[in-house]
């Protein structure tokens, strides 16, 4: 599966992923997304059925429509992040994935900042990062793209989830996933 990543500490994560699933899908491609949240985001509410079954002991709670079904899963004894890997199998096969958050993931990723940001690049450190996206450039050891240039974020994330691509344990440029292909 293509995958590509978002990571970064600011808040302009989640309206980048939306800009991207829009510009994306707009081409004709099927986009599926996994966002990290905080341990402490419940989607489910007391006092619906769904809730009533998680807090009774159901590991799993499907809840499905013609419209629309949500796979829930309780991981009571957990202690680690999920795997990446472990939640991309859970999806339907799609064109591209994009991840928000799960920085420590090994996919291709894009960071995002914001101006007067006071933390270190995670692209000074992370081979992984292939460019940085903001609303001020920033100097770093990757490409900087405009937070607001929506179309070549969305080239970058399918040129690199492309390359990292791996049916057979090499990606289709013949780099390993968490390599950054070389901008031309």
Known sequence: MRVF???????????LVRNLVAELTQRGLRVS??????DDVDLDRPGTGSWAHREAGAEEI???????????????AAVDEPEVDDLLI??????LVLL?????????KLEAVKRGQDRRLLALDDPSVCAVTGDAP??????????????????LALLQAAAAFMPAGRGEAGK????????A
């Open 138 to 155: 920033v100097a770093a050891p990757v490409p900087f793209i405009p937070l607001s240039d929506v179309v070549a974020l969305a080239d």
């Open 90 to 95: 859970r999806l339907a096969p799609v064109d």
């Open 5 to 15: 990543g978002v990571v970064g500490g600011c808040a302009a994560k989640a309206g």
């Open 33 to 38: 997304t996994i966002k990290h949240v905080p």
């Open 176 to 183: 390993l996933p968490g390599e950054c292909l070389s901008p």
């Open 62 to 76: 499907m809840l499905a429509s013609a419209a629309r079904q949500i796979l829930m899963r309780e991981r009571r």
């Open 100 to 108: 928000e958050g799960f920085r420590l993931s090994p996919y291709p």
